[in-house]
């Protein structure tokens, strides 16, 4: 299992233990006797949203943001040529006449060819791509080793990755302040530290777009 898995385990778990305190601490403050039936709708209703919650502040965060900063400081860096194109589909919905319909997308992931430090060809995809994926023929600077399957792009659309940072922390600020729901901070306690906590992360997410770009 990768690091991703294990960690995405750890948020699952994590999320479930907070969404049961939640619910008996909203159990406490109602009606002890209540249904069965609304008590488990509780307990799934607020697990669902804290695991969608802590996935988007820390899946997102690793996937786009401390992966590629960590892999940029420790890999060999190298200068690619897009080769070719990788084709993948991504699934969706869309509605039309108040129906929804499934859309299939095509993704198209460059594949760039270097010489590593051995002297030998390699041939890879980047990890990331955009609508106006790059041309064939044209130079890229990435990182890589052996051990990955995908070639780390140093090349970043800033206007999505700093997006992307501020999704991370809004994320982060209203997985904060369900969470804090089982402390004995009031409210607007738990609103100025769920802005520090948002902050902090969005602040540190900006932090690896720049020590990628600065590479």
């Not at 969404?19 to 601490?25: C, T």
Request: aromatic share 14%; charged share 20%; proline share 1%.
């Amino acid at each position: 299992m990768t690091s991703l898995g294990y960690l995405l385990i750890v948020i699952i778990v994590c999320s479930l233990f907070i969404a049961y305190h939640i619910s008996l601490k909203i159990f406490r403050k109602t009606d002890n006797q209540g249904k069965m039936l609304e008590k488990v709708f509780i307990i799934i209703f607020t697990s669902l949203i804290l695991c969608i919650l802590n996935s988007l502040t820390f899946i997102t965060s690793y996937s786009y943001f401390w992966e590629k900063a960590y892999r940029t400081i420790t890999e060999n860096k190298y200068e690619a040529i897009v080769v070719g194109y990788q084709q993948e589909i991504s699934s969706s919905k869309s509605s039309f006449n108040n129906t929804y319909l499934p859309n299939k997308k095509i993704i198209y992931f460059p594949k760039v060819r270097y010489t590593n430090s051995e002297g030998k060809e390699v041939t890879k995809k980047l990890d990331i791509t955009s609508d106006k994926p790059l041309k064939m023929g044209e130079k890229v600077k990435i990182t890589d080793n052996t051990e990955v399957s995908n070639a780390n792009t140093l090349q970043l659309d800033w206007f999505v990755f700093l997006g992307g940072s501020l999704l991370t922390g809004v994320a982060a600020f209203f997985s904060y302040l369900v969470s804090s729901y089982i402390s004995c901070y009031k409210m607007k306690k738990r609103v100025i530290n769920s802005c520090y906590y948002g902050f902090s992360l969005m602040l540190f997410n900006i932090l690896c777009i720049i020590i990628i770009n600065l590479n």
